[in-house]
């Protein structure tokens, strides 16, 4: 593996398969999905309160939609406290 290569997959911390584009692959359709779902998660972490972290649409190396969430690590944090709040494994403090 060359150089620039290594430092290309650590950067994208991905797969090389999705990075390039596969001939064939329906990546609009598979964009427009993953754009659906996270738009219903940003719009539920906004009734939360929470403008960070976000969920961000992708596709794969082969065309499927992929949801990425990015934030902050307090925003992480957060996030993951409201979800155990509502699965009721803590208690509000």
Request: no cysteine.
């Amino acid at each position: 593996m060359y150089e620039h290569e290594e430092a290309t997959r650590a950067l994208w911390n991905e797969e090389p398969g999705d990075i390039v584009w596969v001939r064939g692959g329906d990546y609009i359709k598979g964009w427009r999905e993953a754009q659906d779902a996270a738009d219903v998660w940003n719009s539920a972490l906004t009734e939360a309160g929470l403008e960070d972290p976000r969920a961000v649409a992708s596709t794969g190396g082969e065309g499927e939609p992929v949801v990425r969430f990015r934030g902050s690590p307090v925003g992480a944090r957060r996030a993951a406290w409201l979800l155990r709040l509502g699965a009721g494994t803590v208690s509000a403090r």
